[in-house]
DNA sequence: TTGGTTCTCATTTTT
DNA sequence: TGAGAACCAA
């Protein structure tokens, strides 16, 4: 175990390690797993392995997400396992639809029962692999759970018929399969024979265990990690693995590597005091190799909005003045809907940036109704995604074709059924057309999973129902957003294709495991573009930038709590912790920002500054309160006054002064001018041709537009 | 069945 | 604020 602090090169210790492996112990490379947290990072490995070695024993080593090396190992063994080799990866936002639907059949009062908390009861019993019946027990009088139990027996039932698996099952299923299977154990504790796991601090029980199972033979174990940045409690992630591992492991050997190459002595040392308020922690002694360093600022603003016009001013600021690349400013922030008005502020200082994260791509109907075409083709018995695609595009089957359907099908494959129903003539002769080619055209679309490349399938499908046309028929601003997703999806599958060449199987795991997908906005911009990066905390992880602000720092926020009350002892910990991971980002400077009014949850709500503010140490830090939006005459921050530009955000429909011939800012394609507008207020729809990307049209609403001032 | 509207309600993080 | 459900009219 190498228990590595923040910035102390954990990261490399595994590069290295899988080099000195191969090179200097002649080991062979398919006989090594390295596991990552994120896919990104198992990219990145790869990636520094491949520079280290060469690309084909680079090539050979198993690296990977815990969940894609789980679904490798599934689908080569789907046989033991009773699936068919195309089973089908759930997402979690069909996760939730599936556990929505059996709370439907339940007759639960819906108002007792949020399928979010049914997810997350459901995904922590099956981390601990308990099945539904044993969960129904252990409920007592917990009327909650008891529901969840039901709900739970339900949900899995399905995706047993549908041969589908979610995400705990890959990881619960895999070891499963060890566990019940000697052979197949025996096979997978030779071929994995060093085993290296990063980011240990944040495995869950289940991965654990599949861990402590394909080691059992060799003992060889690697596992990097730090408690003091375990923060996906949330998702089950279980900070006693770590501090447990030497007992679960007899004669480990415990390395620390305490040695910070990232952070100056006063950022350093700011985090550090913060985190002294944590109990459960191995405790180490983080030392700067970069004595000294600028003091962190902790700024105090009067509201978000001036927080992200302070953000832009000081970004422009900087660059200006040190000459600091775009890039190496890192904004971080807790919440995902606190980047809006950043992303604004940035977009009228003109500040090229990109969100990291999620991207709501994946939300998008769109994207999952295609995807739930690929996935009916791949595997028929897929009832879940029959049921989603069954009447888009509209196919005149309703609410009550629905229930008729859902009434025969029981708990037989739904397509299936359709299939017979189809024969048997069994919907009036008006629907009957539409409904049987339908059916013609997914067992048409499954004889050529295997032999059309994956770009082809998806154009062919696309076209083959007739998806698009749905929403060519009018010339709407959100039929166009529809286009242009359905555009994104196809060059997805066009990367897809050319990255890898793999087939559409394969094409359908890419998609259900790596919903990440950073976006690049405005305009095309490439991956390593030098623009400032807008990303969460927990994203932030892993990383690092010159320069990084941590905004909303206030109380409910950061720590996060709806209510005081349920604020556990554990929670603010783990809070803490996700504040610690920031502010380890920092290399040179580290701001540290607070507002004291917020707009959240369509309110205003006045905020106390984070708790956490008051743990740091004088010495190291510099308090400045800048509320009142006089950012301008503001005493000396990072730069004495200003050759910064004034940044004011105009309110986004408040002016619904556009006219024609303005020169507006979009956040996707970039400037360019007004030529036609309808209509008032946040319906307005305005015609906007664009410097690069040509002409379109938009509602006003939600299409983010800015004048340029 | 579909398209449109209004209403309400909850707001964390993501493989 | 924005998503989803519930409701209503054609």
Redesign the pocket.
Known sequence: MVLAGAGSGKTRVIVHRIAHLIRELGVKPDRILAV?????AAREMKERITSLLDDTSAARIAI?????VCARILRREHRSLKLTSNFTIV???E??ARV?RAVDTLNIP??RM????IV?RI?NAKNRFQEPEKMLESAGFDLMQKWTARVYEIYQAQLEQDHALD??D??VKTVRLLEDNPLVRDAYQERYRYILVDEYQDTNHAQYRLISILSRRYRNVMVVGDDDQS?????GAEISNILNFERDFPGARTVKLEQNYRSTQAILTTAAAMMENNRRRTGKKLVAVRSGGEKVMQVTLGSDREEAEFLAKELTGLHAREHREWSDFGIL??????S?LIEESCLVAQIPFRVI??T?FF?R?EVKDLFAYIRLALNPLDSASCLRIL?TP???????????LMEKTGDRPMFRVLESLVEDRVFPGH?IGRIADFVRGVLEMEKITRTTDVPAFVRLMIERFGYRE?FETEDTPESTASLEIIEEFVSAAEEFHRRTGDTLDKFCDYLA?????SSDRPGDVEEDQNTVSL?????AKGLEFPVVFITGLEEG?CP???SLSDLTED?LE??RR?VYVGMTRAMQKLFLLSAQRR?????QTDSKPSRFLMELPEKTLERINLQGARTRRARPVSFRDSDAPAVKMS???SGNDFRRGDRVVHKRWGTGTVIDLKGRG?EAKITVSFDRAGRKKLLL??SRLFKMT
């Open positions: 990552t947290f994120t896919n990104k990977g997400t815990f969940h894609s997402t979690e936002s996760q939730h929505k819906p108002d949020a399928p979010r908390q997350t995904s995400f705990d890959l990881i923060i996906y409690r949330w998702r922030f807790r919440t995902n809907a606190q809006r994260g999620n709501g939300n109907k009447n509209r196919r005149g089957i309703g609410a009550a074709t629905r229930e008729m629907k749905q495991l790596n919903q990440e997908q990303l969460t905390l927990h994203n926020l996060c709590y709806r929670d783990e809070e996700i707009f959240r949850a369509g309110k309110h986004p429909f946040p609403g939600p």
